[in-house]
């Protein structure tokens, strides 16, 4: 079974620098799905960014990418010139990609706290 | 477009007690997968129905059940509320089975 660790409950960072969030997972699959997600209070799961196993190349959205270490199952996102509106709980996911992989497996989160 | 759509928001009930939640899906989508959210965790996967048949179930008692309609909306149904019941339950929406995932915004399950 496929299992996701965000060893970092808490972090927090000063408005318009940059914060680093860890995940880590296991899976014996070689093909596959890695997903960033935004919690804010409203409670609706947000995607950030989503990652293919398969691509070498980090994604990037905007203020937001990610640091895709395949070999050693590592995802963390990096967040640049962080805003208040990013303070929110954060969740690590992976998904397979082959049929029948439905469902999403999320980390325990990580809250991110935003300083003026 | 509308979005994901959840009701009730917020729910309250007696342990023993019998609850039905419901899902509104994403103009366009044909599957729709529930995922129970205790306070302080990620959510854990229910279940997931596809063009109205149940498509994998998380590792959930059979108490959790679950309808998908013509179409598309669904409806999560736990019978025999127990206190750890309490949670948010979230829906997802997508295109396909392994496609995007949209959420609701959730509704949130009291037993007392």
């Known amino acids: 079974a496929q299992t996701v660790t965000q060893s970092q409950p808490e972090m927090s960072v000063q408005e318009a620098e940059t914060v680093t969030l860890s995940c880590t997972y296991d899976?014996?699959?070689?093909?596959?799905?890695l997903f960033w997600y935004k919690q804010p209070p409203s409670r609706q799961m947000i995607l950030v960014i989503r990652?293919?196993?398969?691509?070498?190349q980090n994604a990037t959205e905007n203020r937001f990418s990610v640091n895709f270490q395949k070999a050693a199952k590592s995802f963390s996102l990096k967040i640049s010139d962080s805003q208040l509106g990013d303070a929110a709980m954060y969740f690590c996911?992976?998904?397979?990609?082959?049929?029948?992989?439905?469902?999403?497996?999320f980390g325990q989160g990580t809250r991110l706290t935003i300083n003026p | 477009e509308t979005g994901v759509t959840q009701s009730p928001t917020h729910l309250i009930k007696t342990r023993g007690q019998q609850v039905t939640l419901r899902c509104s899906s994403q103009?366009?989508?044909?599957?729709v997968s529930w995922y129970q959210q205790a306070l302080g965790q990620g959510p854990q996967f229910i279940f997931q129905?596809?063009?109205?048949?149940?498509?994998g179930r998380g590792n959930f008692p059979p108490r959790f059940s679950g309808l998908q309609f013509p179409n598309y909306s669904s409806e999560l149904n736990v019978n025999a509320l127990e206190l750890d019941d309490s949670a948010l339950y979230l829906c997802?929406?997508?295109?396909?089975?392994?496609?995007?995932?949209?959420f609701g915004q959730g509704t949130r399950l009291t037993v007392v």
């Open positions: 899976t014996s699959e070689s093909d596959y799905y």
């Open positions: 103009s366009g989508h044909n599957t």
């Open positions: 990652q293919e196993a398969y691509k070498q």
């Open positions: 129905y596809y063009r109205e048949e149940e498509n």
């Open positions: 997802a929406s997508s295109l396909e089975t392994n496609t995007e995932a949209f």
């Open positions: 996911a992976y998904r397979g990609r082959f049929q029948g992989a439905q469902k999403l497996v």
